[in-house]
């Protein structure tokens, strides 16, 4: 939405997840894709694949990402959060938030 609002080219959409992780998310929707092309092919099965791309505070990846193509069309998954700080650390303390 952002870099539709700024004018610019997007390749994938982002969703942002307001009550599980984005992983969680993608499986559900990896399981429901199975179940379609099994049903389309005669109980033929094609393993859609996703990806995880985990948090890593060392390079500054707060977020874990989950990433899953559909009809051609990358889809990243990330939960909505909020993000306590200390003054010990740059690197927040994150928990699954709500959008308000």
């Keep these: 939405m952002r870099d539709k ?3 610019k080219d997007s390749d994938d959409i982002d969703i942002a997840l307001d009550d599980m992780y984005g ?3 993608a499986k559900l929707i990896d399981a429901r894709l199975n179940a379609d092309k099994a049903a389309a092919s005669d109980g033929h099965k094609n393993k859609q694949h ?6 890593n505070n060392e390079k500054s990846k707060h977020l874990e990402t989950a990433t899953i193509k559909v009809e051609g069309l990358m889809i990243d998954l990330v939960n909505l959060r909020s993000e306590t700080y200390t003054e ?5 303390t994150i928990e699954i938030g709500t959008p308000t």
């Design 5 to 7: 609002l700024l004018g």
């Design 23 to 25: 992983e969680e998310f």
């Design 50 to 55: 996703f990806g995880v791309i985990k948090a």
């Design 88 to 92: 010990e650390s740059r690197v927040p």
